[in-house]
């Protein structure tokens, strides 16, 4: 079983790890830092050894790793496994602005309910089953993440169920979320954030959550 070291340390930019098997293309690898598409937090782009990995994907609790062809690579192999540190500190400041701005919709529309979620490099979104422009509580929403923001809150992210790695998110006296995506260690990190308001359908309300190019205590 590959540990997951984006858990313990989502700052991490590059390991030394070994390949643990191969079929092909497809690798696992001792311990990993890259990734893999969960949560709708997107894959991480990276290498292994001089490889570029063309997908990363779930098999349970395993992290498969697709490499490019003529990686050269063989089980036992010691590899420097390294990420594109820009995209994830992306995903891991949108996923959390996400997390920030989804709590804050249920605390102010009673009764609304998330039917989908996704986090990009270029913005997160959420989409709500709900009859009226949610933009309308975008001005209360906005103020109560940014105070949080501002506050540069601890973020407690831990297991609570190891064995079957369930984990989850907190913020003291704010809340605490299931979710095994890469969380960032201060709320400060997020930086400013944009909302946009989409109608995808009807009864069906979209909110895209941008943040600036950088985070306001970098
Ligand atoms: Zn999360």
């Not at 297991?159 to 979710?179: G, H, K, L, M, T």
């Amino acid at each position: 079983m590959t540990k997951k070291l984006f858990w313990e340390d989502p700052y991490l930019t590059q390991i030394e790890t070994r390949i643990t098997s191969l079929k092909e293309n497809d690798i696992t690898v001792e311990q990993t830092i890259f990734y893999a598409l969960s949560g709708g937090q997107e894959s991480d782009s990276g290498m292994i050894g001089n490889c570029r990995v063309l997908r990363a994907r779930k098999e349970g609790k395993e992290i498969v790793y697709t490499l490019e062809d003529g990686h050269g690579l063989k089980p036992g192999d010691p590899v420097r496994m390294k990420i594109d540190w820009e995209r994830r500190y992306r995903l891991m400041r949108l996923h959390f602005a996400a997390e920030i701005i989804l709590e804050l919709v249920y605390r102010n529309l009673d009764s609304i309910k998330k039917i989908g979620a996704h986090i990009a490099q270029d913005k997160a979104r959420i989409d709500f089953e709900w009859d009226a422009n949610i933009s309308k509580v975008f001005p209360v929403i906005k103020k109560e993440a940014l105070e949080i923001i501002e506050a540069n809150r601890e973020i407690i992210s831990a297991f609570s169920d190891e064995e079957n790695e369930e984990r989850y998110w907190e913020i003291r006296e704010f809340s605490r979320v299931p979710c095994g995506g890469t969380h960032l260690r201060k709320t400060g990190e997020i930086g400013e954030i944009e909302l946009k308001r989409k109608n995808i359908g009807k009864g069906k309300e979209r909110i895209e959550i941008y943040v600036s190019e950088t985070s306001m205590l970098v």
